[in-house]
């Protein structure tokens, strides 16, 4: 599973005009999914001349992603690749707060030849022109993440203490795993065992890396003060820290033997976990802007608000309480006003909020989804954001619009894309409902198509104005594309989002069944073609529909679960049910009411593809196994695929390839028949 970001009468939607195709456009197709560009982390010089940025591309001779280091300049000229490691990847550059260097993260093989299987990702620096880069940290078990001081001659590093002591050799094999652990495993970090992940302070002349929080809990999210005397950060502590999500900001002097100071009191969790939003200093040191989620038992189904707290009286504040996500939140160079992300239904955008009087602006408008931002010292703004048609990009905010920086997918102009719309309608008990529709390339009015209704993770997460590779694939092959936010959704408020809670399968299932009969009366939707499918919490939903309705002809489980039985302990989440579920053993109704496709797998008559990556710790294979076996038992037509040595997210690109080509190959197979029309 994964996370957060009207009118009551059905509404008719007038079709769009007919797509016009230029005569040398090609149609998208799953192998072009290798050749999309992922842009991240932008960051500005603290002059606003400069922007360093990550791009994602596809290294075919490895079958793997690589990262490397681009810089443009804010006028949008000299765009450069600033680093060219093929067996290696580069990431989360910063900048020093004189300009004349770097700093970010790599698994670069030492310039020594050394090939320490245990260094992992370091922090190295080079000159922000480019040029040769030196290894800065070499902490055993590698580096987490880092903050670089503004006065450039320290880093605040999260890393996972030492596996064995300094000079101890390797052992030919991996030890046991011992744990006492309440959380014992990760997806992203594996077997957790006894080790934790503390607050370093590196001096970056010599290398010398100093622990500053040692013990029995995990920190992460460093920020220095803009004196680069103090680093603050995430972390949870009490008894038993794995079973809360109580996290709060603490405050530390950046030298050895200093003690910390809890800063945040507030019961519920002081961080947004799934964009790893840091805490924001403001520019004179005295205030600290982070966002707040809601009190321990409301997970993730509370929006994260904006928060601003004294650094030295503890008072916090909440200037724009709207009932929507807050993300990245940015002060201005006067420190009068914060920048953030703000969601809203299907987009997200940016804003800038007034911290006195608690006025929200938004800055930038339509449909798009805006994902992270930079501001300079003074107060050049860059934004990384996409739409519908173009993945993410760079672009300046010049007064009321975005200027283009950098476009790493200029190819796409010669691919014929699909459009998306926004439909509205209402549920079935009168619900104001929200869905988003791409017809297929070609669409012809008053012709009925075969139709694949996506369902998104979370639960709490909703389908926005962005890039849909799949659904590109799917429009260029013939089929519409619906996609319904449910309640559950994220981008409607807290009420929205909290209607499923502990009660999966229901009112969702229920709202994304009103799409489809919304679908099916425009007369776009053909009643006897439809498939569906998701991924992760997608997948768990996908599994509850299909046990309790059997109008689809085709659905694919990625990563999902019919059986909450057999996922409490295998899957990384024990915390989270427990406290919107109960423990199994107490509460039987609840489990039985979230394990109901497996339970009454007898129900089930769609055939249905199962999915799941080898690895994954976040929703593990025996939740595909179970219902696949399930199915086949029961003779149901159904397939099971295992991607080796993957997480919950695929990352090699093959299969990548592999999964869309399965995915469109099932609904093939069974909506469309030989024969059939469109």
């Given at each position: 599973?994964?996370?957060?970001?009207?009118?009551?009468?059905?509404?008719?939607?007038?079709?769009?005009?007919?797509?016009?195709?230029?005569?040398?456009?090609?149609?998208?197709?799953?192998?072009?999914?290798?050749?999309?560009?992922?842009?991240?982390?932008?960051?500005?010089?603290?002059?606003?001349?400069?922007?360093?940025?990550?791009?994602?591309?596809?290294?075919?001779?490895?079958?793997?992603?690589?990262?490397?280091?681009?810089?443009?300049?804010?006028?949008?000229?000299?765009?450069?690749?600033?680093?060219?490691?093929?067996?290696?990847?580069?990431?989360?550059?910063?900048?020093?707060?004189?300009?004349?260097?770097?700093?970010?993260?790599?698994?670069?093989?030492?310039?020594?030849?050394?090939?320490?299987?245990?260094?992992?990702?370091?922090?190295?620096?080079?000159?922000?022109?480019?040029?040769?880069?030196?290894?800065?940290?070499?902490?055993?078990?590698?580096?987490e993440e880092f903050a670089l001081s503004p006065d450039g001659r320290q880093l605040a590093?999260?890393?996972?203490?030492?596996?064995?002591?300094?000079?101890?050799?390797?052992?030919?094999?991996?030890?046991?795993?011992?744990?006492?652990?309440?959380?014992?495993?990760?997806?992203?970090?594996?077997?957790?065992?006894?080790?934790?992940?503390?607050?370093?302070?590196?001096?970056?002349?010599?290398?010398?890396?100093?622990?500053?929080?040692?013990?029995?809990?995990?920190?992460?999210?460093?920020?220095?003060?803009?004196?680069?005397?103090?680093?603050?950060?995430?972390?949870?502590?009490?008894?038993?820290?794995?079973?809360?999500?109580?996290?709060?900001?603490?405050?530390?002097?950046?030298?050895?033997?200093?003690?910390?100071?809890?800063?945040?009191?507030?019961?519920?969790?002081?961080?947004?976990?799934?964009?790893?939003?840091?805490?924001?200093?403001?520019?004179?040191?005295?205030?600290?802007?982070?966002?707040?989620?809601?009190?321990?038992?409301?997970?993730?189904?509370?929006?994260?608000?904006?928060?601003?707290?004294?650094?030295?009286?503890?008072?916090?504040?909440?200037?724009?309480?709207?009932?929507?996500?807050?993300?990245?939140?940015?002060?201005?160079?006067?420190?009068?006003?914060?920048?953030?992300?703000?969601?809203?239904?299907?987009?997200?955008?940016?804003?800038?909020?007034?911290?006195?009087?608690?006025?929200?602006?938004?800055?930038?408008?339509?449909?798009?989804?805006?994902?992270?931002?930079?501001?300079?010292?003074?107060?050049?703004?860059?934004?990384?954001?996409?739409?519908?048609?173009?993945?993410?990009?760079?672009?300046?905010?010049?007064?009321?619009?975005?200027?283009?920086?950098?476009?790493?997918?200029?190819?796409?102009?010669?691919?014929?894309?699909?459009?998306?719309?926004?439909?509205?309608?209402?549920?079935?008990?009168?619900?104001?409902?929200?869905?988003?529709?791409?017809?297929?390339?070609?669409?012809?009015?008053?012709?009925?198509?075969?139709?694949?209704?996506?369902?998104?993770?979370?639960?709490?997460?909703?389908?926005?104005?962005?890039?849909?590779?799949?659904?590109?694939?799917?429009?260029?092959?013939?089929?519409?594309?619906?996609?319904?936010?449910?309640?559950?959704?994220?981008?409607?408020?807290?009420?929205?989002?909290?209607?499923?809670?502990?009660?999966?399968?229901?009112?969702?299932?229920?709202?994304?069944?009103?799409?489809?009969?919304?679908?099916?009366?425009?007369?776009?939707?053909?009643?006897?073609?439809?498939?569906?499918?998701?991924?992760?919490?997608?997948?768990?939903?996908?599994?509850?529909?299909?046990?309790?309705?059997?109008?689809?002809?085709?659905?694919?489980?990625?990563?999902?679960?019919?059986?909450?039985?057999?996922?409490?302990?295998?899957?990384?989440?024990?915390?989270?049910?427990?406290?919107?579920?109960?423990?199994?053993?107490?509460?039987?109704?609840?489990?039985?009411?979230?394990?109901?496709?497996?339970?009454?797998?007898?129900?089930?008559?769609?055939?249905?593809?199962?999915?799941?990556?080898?690895?994954?710790?976040?929703?593990?294979?025996?939740?595909?196994?179970?219902?696949?076996?399930?199915?086949?038992?029961?003779?149901?037509?159904?397939?099971?695929?295992?991607?080796?040595?993957?997480?919950?997210?695929?990352?090699?690109?093959?299969?990548?390839?592999?999964?869309?080509?399965?995915?469109?190959?099932?609904?093939?197979?069974?909506?469309?028949?030989?024969?059939?029309?469109?």
């Amino acid at each position: 599973m994964t996370r957060c970001l009207p009118r009551l009468a059905l509404l008719a939607l007038a079709a769009l005009p007919l797509i016009t195709l230029a005569a040398d456009q090609t149609p998208f197709t799953p192998a072009d999914i290798s050749r999309l560009a992922v842009l991240a982390d932008p960051a500005l010089s603290p002059d606003g001349r400069w922007l360093v940025y990550t791009v994602t591309t596809t290294n075919a001779e490895r079958d793997q992603p690589q990262s490397d280091l681009w810089r443009v300049g804010f006028d949008g000229r000299a765009r450069t690749q600033l680093t060219h490691t093929p067996d290696a990847d580069e990431s989360q550059a910063q900048w020093s707060g004189d300009g004349r260097f770097i700093a970010f993260l790599s698994d670069r093989k030492p310039a020594d030849g050394k090939d320490d299987e245990d260094a992992g990702t370091q922090v190295w620096t080079m000159p922000a022109d480019g040029g040769e880069a030196r290894q800065v940290t070499h902490l055993p078990a590698g580096v987490e993440e880092f903050a670089l001081s503004p006065d450039g001659r320290q880093l605040a590093v999260i890393a996972f203490a030492p596996e064995r002591p300094a000079g101890a050799p390797k052992p030919k094999n991996q030890p046991p795993i011992v744990t006492d652990r309440f959380q014992f495993k990760d997806d992203d970090s594996g077997w957790l065992g006894a080790r934790h992940k503390h607050l370093y302070v590196v001096d970056l002349a010599s290398g010398a890396a100093t622990e500053l929080t040692p013990g029995t809990h995990d920190e992460q999210l460093p920020a220095w003060s803009p004196d680069s005397r103090q680093i603050a950060y995430v972390t949870r502590r009490g008894a038993d820290p794995d079973r809360t999500l109580n996290f709060d900001i603490y405050v530390i002097d950046a030298r050895a033997g200093a003690t910390e100071r809890q800063l945040t009191t507030f019961p519920g969790s002081d961080l947004d976990p799934y964009w790893a939003t840091r805490p924001a200093w403001s520019p004179d040191g005295k205030r600290i802007a982070y966002l707040q989620s809601g009190e321990d038992h409301w997970i993730y189904y509370a929006p994260w608000q904006l928060a601003v707290i004294d650094v030295a009286s503890g008072k916090a504040s909440v200037p724009a309480p709207i009932d929507r996500c807050f993300t990245h939140p940015h002060w201005s160079p006067d420190g009068r006003s914060i920048y953030a992300l703000v969601e809203q239904a299907e987009v997200t955008h940016l804003a800038r909020i007034d911290v006195a009087s608690g006025k929200l602006t938004e800055l930038t408008h339509g449909d798009r989804f805006d994902v992270d931002i930079s501001v300079s010292r003074n107060g050049r703004i860059a934004v990384l954001g996409g739409d519908d048609l173009h993945p993410y990009n760079l672009a300046a905010l010049d007064g009321g619009h975005l200027r283009p920086l950098a476009d790493h997918n200029e190819w796409l102009a010669g691919k014929q894309l699909a459009t998306t719309e926004t439909l509205h309608f209402t549920g079935a008990d009168g619900t104001a409902l929200d869905a988003l529709l791409v017809k297929p390339v070609g669409y012809m009015k008053g012709q009925r198509y075969p139709t694949i209704v996506r369902v998104h993770g979370g639960p709490v997460y909703q389908f926005s104005h962005e890039f849909m590779e799949d659904w590109q694939v799917y429009a260029a092959n013939g089929y519409a594309v619906l996609a319904v936010n449910p309640r559950g959704s994220s981008g409607r408020g807290f009420d929205f989002a909290r209607a499923i809670y502990a009660n999966w399968g229901h009112k969702d299932m229920q709202d994304v069944l009103a799409g489809v009969e919304h679908a099916v009366e425009l007369g776009i939707a053909d009643p006897d073609r439809m498939g569906i499918g998701g991924w992760s919490y997608g997948a768990i939903l996908t599994d509850q529909i299909i046990a309790r309705d059997r109008r689809f002809k085709a659905a694919i489980s990625g990563a999902g679960s019919g059986n909450m039985y057999g996922m409490y302990g295998d899957d990384e989440y024990a915390r989270e049910y427990e406290l919107e579920l109960g423990t199994p053993w107490a509460n039987r109704e609840a489990y039985d009411r979230a394990s109901y496709p497996f339970l009454h797998a007898d129900r089930i008559a769609t055939p249905t593809l199962f999915q799941c990556g080898e690895r994954d710790f976040n929703v593990p294979c025996i939740g595909a196994e179970q219902m696949y076996q399930a199915l086949r038992s029961l003779g149901i037509p159904t397939q099971l695929v295992v991607y080796p040595g993957q997480h919950h997210g695929l990352t090699v690109p093959s299969y990548l390839h592999d999964r869309m080509q399965r995915n469109l190959a099932w609904y093939d197979r069974f909506l469309k028949p030989a024969g059939a029309g469109p």
